[in-house]
């Protein structure tokens, strides 16, 4: 069904409120934001001499919170000029309204009484087949639209979005009794076509998919620190990056989202699932009632089950919660045999066999826990979904889990599963064993590159739908190859396009790399029609391989350093100069030699969570790959008659000389990284990798020439050299820089300058590369500038020195 969403309605202004208008201006709809009119002045209102009839009073709160969201770090929206789209009013003076837009998205506190008496309010307002979702935790949608509309009811169901809004993907559309079935249809289409969402269709049951399964495994958490006598950093230390979950880990995520946050959905789930089979592990722990009675609540509060706080020497320290005492007490360091066993194991899902295998407290841990999270899911369907990927999407989307739990299930063996399940004294749901009296013994398959999950009323493993708009490279990796070394695999993604995917740690590019990338172009060259360069893992590319710089730089090997830079910069010239189209596929972190190919791509296909930039100065060096070459020619391409072009040329010199790195792919757009008309953002990363390939496909179709080399690059010399060395000059002096600062920004001044020549001159790449590599070389001779390599290898921060 069509259904065009040009304008939509958010009701409540809170931060999820704001966090959904900032996520819908994003994508570029244009957004009506309303909340409640205030009751009283403050003092600076009755200072000013205004009522509670004036417009800025009436809309305070609206605004006020808007303000405060996009201020919030990290930014909500992707770019501050979208917030133009976002109007803002109130409920009283602007209610009507919402008769002008498409889809209206309640947002306000969560009493049933309170959303009944907005919804009846609206419902007199809004125009017949105008969507209208509500953003509940855990309000029941069935008791939301009784006494509505007919209209109202057909068009009502819950949309549940997870905050923050912009950057966790899990989108939960949750069904009425009355919704009718083409409105979930569209609205699980545009939650991932448009929004970038994984959207699941849950049921109507308290905290539905993801807050259900996610406060367990929490809850199950408290249980077991007093069980195994555990401190809040052991559990942190195994409930974080080692099995693929974010970084808070378990005790500083609830500090970050609030304990009053969790407690209130913990007893909504106690309350109301009176006939779970795990009720009890609902009930709130001794520590978890006095932290809440105390306020300790987390970073709101300023303290929760961690506390930052100043030493007798004026440092700051962090404070970590003794749950038995209650007491705080310096961070203790968590260590663990198995998790050394773990370290040479890069991917995550790998390592599970392993954990819990584990002879020491984390391997009792392990069993324990992830013994009682598999007997939970199963015993979920199809309570509160009927499929098991259904829940693995929702923990992977909403809690940021790289694996949902049927996957750790597959990971660790089916019938080890249900050992660990026997020995938490739990049993697996009857359809588990019958899968198992069937001799289904995986979750999963993968059959002609599409993902296949066990479905239970079928009895048998069925095709995940929603695939088609997705490549899936986990899933072509091995039947596709192309061809392999240890740095890339290069695959057939079919129609004539190849993808090479790096698979070096963080993505790093080093001679492996370069040459699996050289090889590429080659073998797309000579019977493919295009390539792009793009992978789904956490990050595209953090740049070159400076450990293998630091190590020639040490031996004072110039000779093999210099023919290395000179590799990478030929091979980035061969991304711009082949004779096929070649596409780069940014997302995540995309920094110094990964922006540096992006630079040189035909076409740019970014991820809209893009962060890139060129960041050498934080490792004493400047762009050595081509991309200091590349931000004049691109300064150069810009000069128009009439320009200051020297105002032009600073802008791309301080681009790299302030390591900027844009926080969203459209704000590398600004920085002229990304060009407008040229390349492009998909908000949806599973989507990119086949837009790619699309624009690959296209260019190739629409007769793609092999470019010339340019010879044509404006360089301006001593004028703009002596701009810039005035300007740094003026830094050093007034403590802004340091001296070896000064001297990496010189050495970047003369390769943008192009030299000292003595007017502005047309010069070709090639001279642009060389002075670039030779700046870049002598650079690598300075021992400040190994002093901050080696930093950033063994703390993974930039020393200023």
Known sequence: MKRPIQKVAVIGSGIMGSGIACHFAN?????????????????????????????????RLVNDSLKASLKSKPSPIYHQKFASRISTGNLEDDIAKVSEVDWIIEVVVERLDIKKMVFENLDKHRKPG??????????????????????????????????????????????????????????????????????????????????????????????????????????????????????????????????????????????????????????????????????????KTGQGFYKKTKNAEGKSEILSLDLETLEYRSKKRAQFATLEQTKTIDKVIDRFPVLVDGKDKAGTFFRKTLGAL?????????????????????????????????????????????????AEGQTASAWVEEMKSKGITQFY??????????????????????????????????????????????????????????????????GDVLAGLNTAIDLAEKDFQGLVVGNQAANFSVGANIGMIFMMAVEQEYDELNQAIKYFQDTMMRMRYSSIPTISAPHGMCLGGGCELTLHADKVVAAAESYIGLVEFGVGVIPGGGGSKEMALRASDTFRKNDVELNVLQEHFLTIGMAKVSTSA????????????????????????????????????????????????????????????????????????????????????????????????????????????????????????????????????????
């Not at 999950?453 to 192309?482: M, W």
């Open 27 to 59: 994508i570029g709809v244009e957004v009506l934001l309303l909340d409640i009119v205030p009751r009283e002045l403050t003092a600076k209102e009755e200072a000013m001499g205004l009522t509670l009839e004036s417009p800025q009073v009436r809309n």
């Open 130 to 299: 105008t969507l209208i979702t509500s953003n509940t935790s855990g309000i029941p949608i069935r008791f939301m639209s009784e006494g509505r509309s007919e209209d109202f009811q057909k068009h009502f169901c819950g949309t549940h979005f997870f905050n923050p809004a912009r950057y966790l993907k899990l989108f939960e559309v949750i069904p009425g009794p009355k919704t009718d079935a083409s409105v979930l249809e569209f609205l699980q289409g545009y939650g991932e076509q448009y929004l970038g969402k994984t959207s699941v269709i849950a049921k109507d049951t308290p905290a539905f998919i993801g807050n259900r399964i996610g406060i367990f495994s929490i809850q199950s958490l408290f249980h077991a620190v007093g069980e195994l006598d555990m401190t809040i950093e052991e559990v942190d230390k195994l409930t974080g990056p080692v099995i693929g979950r974010p970084k808070s880990a378990t005790f500083r995520t609830v500090d970050v989202v609030g304990l009053d946050t969790l407690v209130h959905v913990a007893n909504g789930i106690r309350e109301n699932c009176p006939d779970d089979e795990r009720h009890a592990i609902f009930e709130l722990p001794g520590f978890i009632n006095t932290m809440s009675e105390n306020k300790w609540l987390g970073s």
């Open 374 to 422: 598999f007997a939970y899911v199963s015993h979920r369907i199809p309570e509160i979904a009927d499929q098991p990927y259904q829940i693995d999407d929702a923990m992977k989307a909403g809690f940021g889990w790289e694996h949902g739990p049927f996957q750790i299930w597959d990971a660790v063996g089916f019938e080890k599963g249900l050992d660990l399940i026997a």
């Open 445 to 510: 398959s993968v059959e002609n590159g599409a993902s296949y999950c066990y479905d239970p009323t079928a009895k048998d493993h069925q095709k995940i739908p929603g695939q088609d708009a997705f490549i899936i490279l986990d899933n072509i990796r091995k039947s596709h190859e192309v061809f392999k070394n240890s740095g890339v695999v290069v695959e057939d993604l079919g129609d004539g396009i190849l993808n090479v995917e790096f698979q070096s740690k963080m993505n790093t590019i080093g």
């Open 666 to 801: 459209y704000e590398a757009f600004d920085t002229g990284i990304l060009q407008k008309g040229k390349d492009i953002v998909v908000v949806n990363k599973d989507r990119q990798i086949a837009t790619a390939k699309a624009h690959a496909k296209l260019m190739a179709e629409a007769g793609y020439t092999q470019p010339m080399r340019r010879k044509d690059v404006k360089v301006l010399g001593k004028q703009a050299l002596g701009m810039f060395l005035v300007g740094t000059d003026s830094m050093e002096a007034g403590h802004y820089i340091s001296e070896h600062d000064k001297k990496i920004a010189n050495k970047l001044a003369y390769v943008m300058a192009g030299g000292d020549l003595s007017e502005p001159s047309l010069v070709s790449e090639q001279y642009l590369l060389d002075i670039e590599r030779e700046a870049f070389l002598s650079l690598c001779t300075e021992r400040k500038t190994l002093e901050r390599i080696q930093h950033m290898l063994k703390t993974g921060k930039p020393l200023r020195n």
